[in-house]
């Protein structure tokens, strides 16, 4: 985790049943307060299925950034899920059927890092889409999510004071940077050479 300060806000929108029909959704969400920025998060789910492998599961901030968790994961014989998503954990969610008490990393294709740098404040809600045709049903019964954030920028020794000691944005001319050689494809204004034209 980052070494800035991290929350964990619970749910208060569970238990929630879910009914089991192949594509049916559940939602529950999470109000974060304030406007913590998002430098590492993390997912807990406590939920019991009777069909896990019919789960995809995904988490959407209160930017609309969606972002799935996992899908199809687990085994048949095991209805009960208790675990932590974090993108530090050492091995990823799906690598074997055991979703209990365990700290996974998503799927490779769904890394929280994605929410980093958002304003999360507001709300969090998280979808739990049933893809299988056997039925199945269950109960989300708990979820959170831990904040952490971006560790305060360092602060001036006594007597000294934070500068700007150069910044351009290239809009109005080179700002006295020049450039050549024959592989020169530098330039100011609307590109004129392919591939962006």
């Known amino acids: 985790t980052a070494a800035g300060v991290c929350a964990t806000y619970a749910s208060a929108d569970v238990p929630k049943t879910m009914p089991g029909a192949a594509g049916s959704t559940t939602l529950s969400t999470i109000a974060i307060p304030g406007n913590p920025r998002v430098d590492d998060l ?69 890394l929280l890092g994605r929410y980093r740098g958002e304003d999360a404040g507001g709300t969090w809600t998280l979808s739990l889409r049933e893809d299988g045709s056997v039925a199945g049903g269950g109960t989300l019964t708990a979820w959170s999510i831990t904040i952490c954030e971006p560790p305060p920028p360092p602060s001036c020794p006594a007597g000294t004071f934070a500068a700007t000691l150069f910044s351009t944005d290239f809009e109005a001319g080179e700002s006295g940077f020049t450039h050549s050689g024959t592989l020169d494809e530098w330039e100011l204004g609307l590109p004129s050479v392919a591939p962006i034209t």
């Open 42 to 110: 993390q997912v807990a789910i406590t939920l019991d299925h009777a069909n896990m492998q019919n789960l995809d599961v995904h988490l959407s901030s209160p930017a609309g950034n969606d972002n799935g968790l996992f899908t199809d994961i687990g085994g048949a014989a095991q209805p009960t899920m208790d675990l932590v998503l974090d993108d530090s954990a050492a091995i990823p969610i799906g690598a074997f059927n055991e979703v209990q008490g365990m700290r996974l990393m998503p799927e490779a294709d769904y």
